[in-house]
DNA sequence: GTCTATAATATGATAGAC
DNA sequence: GTCTATCATATTATAGAC
């Protein structure tokens, strides 16, 4: 029996999500996936049956309970500001492979003026993650207005980071970034 | 006559750099390039023998031109450095039209694992800023290591925050990471 | 469920008329 | 210098065998 799954859903999901993050949506063809994956393009049109988009969908969505199961419980635990914030970034550190890998979130980015599936599961990712280090930044003693500062400039560290550390060739401006992050939230 | 040129090499490379700068480098197809311009792909070829790989690196070179002009002078004048980084916010505030607009730097970065000769310039660009961004911080009193590390932060907050302006379609996200800037590098 | 084969379209690029 | 026409290839997507 030759049609057995050759790859289960989440190595799939995997591979295509570092495909993702590698090349970008567009930079993504079919045949890359096809060759990230070991699956011939109409197997992964039978995984897929809408094609790219679904995969970068799907994509979002597995990431999306990654952060899930590995973050947001890290950042709402019962816990010290300090410590939670500090799993966080350690989380984090091994999640961009300390500035190695891109974020799927700014490689998925849709262009400008176009409005696509992923783009709202983009927002809404940043929106949870907004919410949930905010809420770390008020435990710490900050009010609502600081506490949200405080999480965006967090956001703007991590995404920032990854971006330069990218551009210049030195992953190190990730872990430098990294460091600054608790006394970003913690602050006073 | 009806030979002549259509548009001046200073608006082709605008029109050309816009598109790059809202769909990147693997979406600006020849046929969207060809559309923002209003020049066809053959006369595109014409201006640029070497198609698309020369469009951006030429539009990267042009950028780099109004960095000379708009962003270093601003950054080395006989100020103080106050009124130099005050400066330059206010030039970042202009250029990205107060986070409407991607950054080039990083809708032109190539793919991970690949070389490009964009990837070059785009390096070269971040690290000649460092510098500039850098001398102020030294001038604001930090030392060598410290200067180096709030010029970088800067770096970041820019990148990140165009980033994140766009993941959650708001762009007062740029504006607020810009009220940071001056207190990162003028620091204690 | 995966594969080979194929189709329709888009893309990067060139030739030659004006 | 720009255009229409064309080409080779890559890309997305489908049909049908196993």
Redesign the pocket.
């Given at each position: 029996m030759?049609?057995?799954?050759?790859?289960g859903d989440d190595v799939l999901l995997e591979k295509l999500t570092q495909t993702f993050k590698d090349v970008g949506y567009e930079g993504?063809?079919?045949?890359?996936l096809s060759d990230a994956t070991?699956?011939?393009?109409?197997?992964l049109?039978?995984?897929f049956?809408?094609?790219?988009?679904q995969m970068a969908q799907e994509v979002m969505a597995q990431t999306a309970r990654v952060l899930d199961a590995e973050v947001f419980p890290q950042l709402a635990a019962d816990a010290s500001p300090a410590s939670r914030i500090g799993a966080f970034v350690a989380v984090m550190d091994g999640f961009y492979a300390g500035g190695r890998q891109s974020c799927l979130l700014n490689m998925l980015l849709p262009p400008r003026g176009e409005a696509t599936a992923c783009g709202e599961a983009i927002s809404t990712t940043f929106q949870r993650l907004l919410d949930a280090l905010s809420q770390v930044a008020r435990d710490a003693g900050a009010d609502e207005a600081q506490a949200r500062l405080r999480a965006e400039q967090v956001l703007v560290e991590l995404q920032g980071a990854l971006v330069v550390a990218r551009g210049m060739g030195d992953a190190a401006v990730f872990g430098r970034a990294l460091a600054r992050i608790p006394a970003i939230i913690l602050q006073g």
């Amino acid at each position: 029996m030759p049609q057995v799954r050759k790859i289960g859903d989440d190595v799939l999901l995997e591979k295509l999500t570092q495909t993702f993050k590698d090349v970008g949506y567009e930079g993504a063809s079919l045949a890359a996936l096809s060759d990230a994956t070991g699956l011939k393009k109409s197997s992964l049109y039978h995984r897929f049956p809408e094609g790219k988009a679904q995969m970068a969908q799907e994509v979002m969505a597995q990431t999306a309970r990654v952060l899930d199961a590995e973050v947001f419980p890290q950042l709402a635990a019962d816990a010290s500001p300090a410590s939670r914030i500090g799993a966080f970034v350690a989380v984090m550190d091994g999640f961009y492979a300390g500035g190695r890998q891109s974020c799927l979130l700014n490689m998925l980015l849709p262009p400008r003026g176009e409005a696509t599936a992923c783009g709202e599961a983009i927002s809404t990712t940043f929106q949870r993650l907004l919410d949930a280090l905010s809420q770390v930044a008020r435990d710490a003693g900050a009010d609502e207005a600081q506490a949200r500062l405080r999480a965006e400039q967090v956001l703007v560290e991590l995404q920032g980071a990854l971006v330069v550390a990218r551009g210049m060739g030195d992953a190190a401006v990730f872990g430098r970034a990294l460091a600054r992050i608790p006394a970003i939230i913690l602050q006073g």
